[in-house]
Nanobody, 123 residues
Framework: QVQLEESGGGLVQAGDSLRLSCVFS????????MGWFRQAPGKERELVAT????????SIADSVKGRFTISRSNAKSTVNLQMNSLKPEDTAVYYC????????????????WGQGTQVTVSS
């Protein structure tokens, strides 16, 4: 059984940085494509960033491109989301997701989800 645990959220001011981490517990982390998603109050969950099997196979949503980066460590079974130049509109619960295979997860087809970590950006 796979479990995902996020950490690193918090309350910050606009322009600050945060680094979210997701620890994957289970077997064969390297066989999972990973993603970060977020959900703001009253809005649907949306994709933020994904990374496939290879560390170079990452993709970033246009809304955060140039500010956020995703990385994975197969040795540590972790996936991180570095968030720079945070804006109030980045306020949301951030979720880590895993999908078995090389295809990155979407909102409706991830196999596993973490419980989420709150990020609040004040203006």
């Amino acid at each position: 059984q796979v479990q995902l645990e996020e950490s690193g959220g918090g309350l910050v001011q606009a322009g600050d940085s945060l680094r979210l981490s997701c620890v994957f517990s289970g077997r064969a982390f390297a066989m999972y494509a990973m993603g970060w998603f977020r959900q703001a109050p009253g809005k649907e969950r949306e994709l933020v960033a994904t990374v496939g099997w290879g560390a170079n196979s990452s993709s970033i949503a246009d809304s955060v491109k140039g500010r956020f980066t995703i990385s994975r460590s197969n040795a540590k079974s972790t996936v991180n989301l570095q968030m720079n130049s945070l804006k109030p509109e980045d306020t949301a619960v951030y979720y880590c997701a895993a999908k078995f295979g090389p295809i990155v997860p979407k909102v409706d087809d991830a196999n596993y989800w973490g419980q989420g970590t709150q990020v609040t950006v004040s203006s």
